[in-house]
């Protein structure tokens, strides 16, 4: 029988084939022959600190590069509040982001208030949670209001390394003006702590569109999450 340490890093190992097994067959699927497809980087930076007993404030900056459109194809930022209450959080906040219009390359500019609710449990060190998100594109015509519900699943990868943990998530958006779900955004990536206080997070992200141009997008992207 093997030492504890070496079936630990065995079992470790099959996860992280696992892992890159699923990750090949998300970027093949995606690269495969998609009618106005795009590939895209995206990149943001979140900047957290605690502002009351359970309430957080968190700035971010993103922007977006896409391979066939006007760039960048969105860029802007914002600010969200988090108010955590044992397997509760609840979210609020705004974002002002410039959009690129896929043809004509004109610039519109969005304000986005949001407010979320959020339901996370952990078991056996995995952490499984639920976001219900209502937020609306002020600045796009009719002003649309949008729901998003996003599953994910974060769990730690012990003696892996660089890599501290790794999550999957999957997230619909519905769309009350056309009352229908109008986008799905599917992603898995890993995070890796640069310090006690910083961490840059790497991800592969497929979303499909059913209207609007590009229909598809290929991402890869990465988030560098500052704790203040």
């Known amino acids: 029988m093997w030492p504890d340490g070496r079936a630990r890093r065995t079992r470790n190992m099959k996860r992280i084939t696992l892992l890159s097994v699923a990750s090949l067959i998300l970027i093949a699927y995606s690269f495969a022959a998609v009618p106005k497809n795009d590939g895209q980087f995206w990149a ?37 509040l988090d108010f955590v209450d044992g397997p509760w959080a609840l979210s609020g906040g705004a974002l002002f982001v410039g959009v690129r219009n896929a043809g004509t390359g004109a610039t519109t500019d969005v304000q986005l208030p949001l407010f979320a609710v959020t339901y996370s449990q952990k078991m056996a060190g995995v952490t499984i949670s639920d976001r219900n ?8 015509p009719g002003s649309p209001t949008r729901f998003r519900n996003r599953l994910s699943i974060d769990f730690p990868t012990h003696n892996c390394g660089p890599i501290s943990h790794a ?8 769309d009350f003006a056309t009352s229908r779900w109008t986008r799905n955004r599917a992603q898995i990536g890993v ?23 590009p229909r598809s997008l290929s991402v890869i992207g990465t988030t560098l999450k500052v704790f203040l």
């Open 44 to 80: 943001e930076i979140d900047t957290t600190a605690n502002i009351a007993p359970r309430t957080t404030a968190t700035v971010l900056a993103t922007s977006r590069i896409g391979d066939d459109l006007p760039n960048p194809a969105l860029s802007g930022g914002g600010l969200q």
């Open 133 to 140: 998100r209502i937020e609306q594109l002020d600045g796009i």
């Open 167 to 174: 999550f999957v998530d999957d997230e619909g958006f519905y």
């Open 191 to 213: 995070g890796l702590p640069l310090t006690s206080s910083t961490e840059v997070q790497v991800f592969f992200l497929r979303q499909d569109n059913r209207s609007g141009s």
